[in-house]
Nanobody, 123 residues
């Protein structure tokens, strides 16, 4: 599946953004999708993931209660609603997919990646 991430931008601390990950290909509906992020000088880290159906989700502790991942299989799109943003959320955000009913927080488990979208939170 090919992925296109969008929705990043500049936002003030405490604000919100919604990222979108649009997918092409017939395997999206059987693919688990995750968001990862990479801040300058840091390794890429897991943010959130969602299963293909029943929308079971998983979140990193650092975003739990602030971020919400969801998907619309009819639109081949996964969303990441980010609320109460702070400077530590500044990063390039990537969406990734793998053909599986199970979600994973390990980036090596994902086979398809989008190009990333920049999120900058000003304090």
């Amino acid at each position: 599946v090919q992925l296109q991430a969008s929705g990043g931008g500049l936002v003030q601390a405490g604000g919100s953004l919604r990222l979108s990950c649009a997918a092409s290909g017939r395997t999206f509906s059987v693919s688990a999708v995750a968001w990862f992020r990479q801040a300058p000088g840091k390794e890429r880290e897991f943010v959130a993931a969602i299963r293909p159906i029943r929308s079971s989700t998983s979140y990193a502790d650092s975003v739990k209660g602030r971020f919400n991942i969801s998907r619309d299989n009819a639109k081949n799109t996964v969303y990441l609603q980010m609320n109460s943003l702070n400077a530590e959320d500044t990063a390039v955000y990537f969406c990734a997919a793998r053909i599986s009913w199970l979600i994973s927080s390990r980036q090596n488990d994902y086979t398809d990646w989008g190009q990333g979208t920049q999120v900058t939170v000003s304090s």
